[in-house]
């Protein structure tokens, strides 16, 4: 079973910046995305960024330029580190993990608990 811990949410002023952090616990398939998705209040969950083993990566067309996934294999933690953020992009963070043994075929899918962000003066 893996687990998923979340850190790194707060209060940050406009235009400010933010670096979540989701480490997981547990062994991870070989073929894996691990990413970050956002909620809103009375939205629907959304796509922040996503990064798969070999690095490729994945932007919200409301995030590129401004924010950068990465990921550390030997920690089996991923980073989305935030900049110029905009009340806009207030809304709990959840890191998400899913994982298989084929190349882009997963069938494991985890959640983290998520984080609040709030970006506000």
């Known amino acids: 079973q893996v687990q998923l811990v979340e850190s790194g949410g707060g209060l940050v002023q406009p235009g400010g910046s933010l670096r979540l952090s989701c480490a997981a616990s547990?062994?991870?398939?070989?073929?894996?995305?691990m990413g970050w998705y956002r909620q809103a209040p009375g939205k629907q969950r959304e796509l922040v960024a996503s990064?798969?083993?070999?690095?490729?990566?994945n932007y919200a067309d409301s995030v590129k330029g401004r924010s950068i996934i990465s990921r550390d294999n030997a920690k089996n933690t991923v980073y989305l580190q935030m900049n110029s953020l905009r009340p806009e992009d207030t809304a709990v963070y959840y890191c998400?993990?899913?994982?298989?043994?084929?190349?882009?075929?997963?069938?494991?899918?985890?959640w983290g608990q998520g984080t609040q962000v709030t970006v506000s003066s």
């Open positions: 998400n993990v899913q994982d298989g043994v084929l190349p882009g075929t997963y069938i494991r899918d985890y």
């Open positions: 547990g062994s991870i398939f070989r073929f894996n995305v």
């Open positions: 990064i798969t083993q070999d690095g490729g990566t």
